[in-house]
């Protein structure tokens, strides 16, 4: 398996890797050590690798950098990868590569070791028309550093032997296995079925990463994810939103902001860098979250109301998603305050349509197949 080295890309995966393992194969993932113990606990072999660049990105950079940015560090990033991947597996090549669309380097470990390869993609997929239609969003291409970054690009796959470009190699896959819920995928019906599979949300058992005791009041939870944190604002605003409404508000701030920075919290209110999600929603009356597509997969797949706060990239778009299916509403990020904020959770909280409608696509999200169903197309590749 490969991926970058993200919540957002690694979380999704790690129920099909422990269904593989129940299954009996033999399941590799490079990880960087941060994401060991999560591999390790699927019964996967972890393959240590470093990660050399500074980190994950924190939303003010991804924003200002834009795609460019990304694609910069991914490229860094497979680099790296690849050369330690190709060393520790020497004389021990895989049957199979699974890999997403950040995980270049097993991309192209696949392609030059001539192996089965499939996508395992946590993210909506290109439709008919998508190219036309996001043209504009990569125009960046054809400016002296997105050529720069071509030419960097072009020449780590001449330096490994691939023997295409960087548009070639990063073109569509030949199989993919589409892990979130096919409501979320625009232009569904514009998709290639016969490429693309898709197996609904792949939630797995987080057990060990602890529990949340169930609150005598209504419990909101309010996340932007793992990147997008660094939003000091926002989290004064929920607080002033939500403090003396009655409600539990669990605020998961991450790691780019300081607790301390947001001052002296009233008791209705909890503030911490992580908490296990999975099981504070199991308890959640609503969650407000910037609508990344694990984020999204997890609120339908406990049937909870949502409060899409977009920041940036797939966000945009999964975001009004969310409120066109009728499971919550969409609150764009520049309009909010905190009593926009404060009236929106009331709303979906309280709307017996919206209630409706998460039900409805809990039931879909946890009957689409999942990890199972993703294991099995893994496997009809076997030779």
Request: net charge negative; glycine share 10%; aromatic share 6%.
């Amino acid at each position: 398996m490969s991926t970058t080295a993200q919540h957002g890309h690694v979380n999704p995966v790690l129920p099909v890797l422990a269904e593989l393992v129940a299954r009996g194969h033999r399941v590799t993932y490079p990880v960087p050590d941060r994401f060991s113990d999560a591999v390790a606990a699927t019964g996967a072999t972890v393959l240590p690798i470093r990660a050399d660049h500074p980190g994950p990105m924190v939303g003010e950079e991804l924003a200002e950098g834009g795609v460019l940015a990304g694609r910069q560090r991914l490229l860094v990033e497979a680099r790296s990868a690849y050369a330690q991947m190709t060393a520790e597996l020497d004389g021990d090549m895989p049957d199979i590569v699974a890999y997403d669309s950040t995980g270049w380097a097993g991309k192209a470990l696949a392609r030059l070791h001539d192996r089965p390869a499939i996508e395992l993609a946590p993210h909506v997929v290109p439709w008919e028309g998508f190219a036309e239609q996001y043209a504009a969003h990569y125009d960046f291409l054809d400016a002296p550093s997105g050529r720069a970054w071509q030419h960097d690009m072009n020449a780590w796959l001449a330096e490994i032997g691939v023997s295409m470009g960087n548009q070639e190699f990063l073109g569509s896959p030949d199989r993919s296995v589409v892990l979130i819920p096919a409501a979320m995928q625009p232009h569904l019906d514009r998709v290639d079925q016969e490429r693309y599979t898709f197996v609904g949300p792949v939630i797995g058992d987080r057990s060990r990463q602890g529990t949340w005791p169930e609150p005598d009041r209504p419990l909101l939870l309010v996340s932007l994810g793992s990147t997008f944190t660094d939003r000091p604002g926002f989290w004064r605003d929920c607080v002033a939103a939500m403090h003396g409404t009655g409600w539990l508000t669990v605020l998961a701030i991450g790691s780019n902001v300081d607790p301390a920075d947001l001052g002296d919290l009233p008791e209705d209110v909890i503030a911490r860098q992580w908490v296990p999600q999975l099981a504070v929603l199991e308890h959640a009356s609503a969650f407000v979250t910037h609508a990344g597509m694990g984020a999204c997969s997890e609120g339908l797949w406990h049937g909870v109301p949502m409060v899409a706060v977009p920041q940036a990239t797939d966000q945009i778009v999964n975001g009004p998603r969310l409120a066109e299916l009728g499971v919550g509403e969409l609150l764009p990020a520049g309009e909010l305050t905190p009593s926009r904020l404060r009236d929106a959770v009331r709303r979906v909280s309280s709307s017996e349509i919206i209630a409706n409608s998460c039900a409805e696509h809990q039931r879909i999200a946890r009957g689409a197949g999942g990890a199972a169903a993703a294991a099995d197309e893994i496997e009809s590749l076997v030779r």
